[in-house]
C-alpha cells in the first residue's frame, strides 16, 4: 500500500487512467464488433458505414495511448480489405 502522499497521489491518477483507459478500450471493441457483424451479414453498404464510424474511434485510441499505433492502423487496414472483399 502507498505510503508517502506522493504515493498515493499516484495511485489515485493511476485509477483514474486506468478507468479513462478501460471505458476507451470498450468503446473500440464496440465499434469493431458492429463492423465484424456487419462484415459476417455480406451488407456492403452497412459494414462500410460502420468502418467509416469505426476508424476515427480506433485511431482516437491510438493516439491516447489505449493501444499502439500500428496495431490501430493494422486493425483499420485489415477490415478495410475485408469489406473491400464483399463484392468480389
Not at 27 to 56: H, M, N, W, Y
Not at 76 to 86: C, D, E, F, G, Y
Amino acid at each position: 500500500m502507498a505510503n508517502t502522499p506522493s504515493a498515493k497521489k499516484a495511485a489515485r491518477k493511476i485509477a483514474r487512467r486506468t478507468a479513462t483507459n478501460k471505458a476507451r478500450r470498450s468503446r473500440v471493441r464496440t465499434f469493431l464488433r458492429t463492423v465484424e457483424e456487419a462484415i459476417a451479414s455480406g451488407d456492403k453498404s452497412a459494414a462500410t458505414e460502420a468502418f467509416k464510424a469505426a476508424q476515427p474511434e480506433i485511431m482516437r485510441a491510438a493516439s491516447k495511448g489505449v493501444m499502439h499505433a500500428n496495431t490501430a492502423s493494422r486493425k483499420v487496414s485489415r477490415l478495410n480489405a475485408r469489406i473491400k472483399a464483399i463484392s468480389a
